[in-house]
């Protein structure tokens, strides 16, 4: 069981930047795709970015495509995501989620997670 708990969530000026990450536990995340999404109310949830945790490609949905960056600490088995240029559009809560063998392609595909934070909010607002 892989439990995942973000920090990092708050308020931000439009333009501005913020950090939020997800602290994994329960066991390794070799071979596991590490990924954001987020989902406002009576929305879909939507893709934001993805990375595998062996070898460290990405992918990103082309809404925060240069804006938004994610990584990982393969020490602290933690997985970030650093939001610069923020737009209030931005505004929602973030999940960090976790699958298993993901392949680049499958990374916007929130089918293929299988363990999911709690969420953080992120408000983008002056």
């Known amino acids: 069981q892989v439990h995942l708990v973000e920090s990092g969530g708050g308020l931000v000026q439009p333009g501005g930047s913020l950090r939020i990450s997800c602290s994994g536990s329960?066991?390794?995340?070799?071979?596991?795709?590490l990924g954001w999404f987020r989902q406002a109310p009576g929305k879909d949830r939507e893709f934001v970015a993805a990375?595998?945790?062996?070898?460290?490609?990405?992918s990103y949905a082309d809404s925060v495509k240069g804006r938004f960056t994610i990584s990982r600490d393969t020490a602290k088995n933690m997985v970030s995501l650093q939001m610069n240029s923020l737009k209030r559009e931005d505004t929602t809560v973030y999940y960090c989620?976790?699958?298993?063998?993901?392949?680049?392609?499958?990374?916007?595909?929130?089918?293929?997670?299988?363990?999911w934070g709690q969420g953080t909010q992120v408000t983008v607002t002056s």
């Open positions: 329960g066991r390794s995340f070799r071979n596991y795709g």
């Open positions: 989620t976790a699958g298993s063998g993901i392949i680049r392609s499958s990374m916007p595909l929130d089918s293929q997670y299988s363990y």
């Open positions: 990375i595998r945790w062996n070898g460290g490609d990405t």
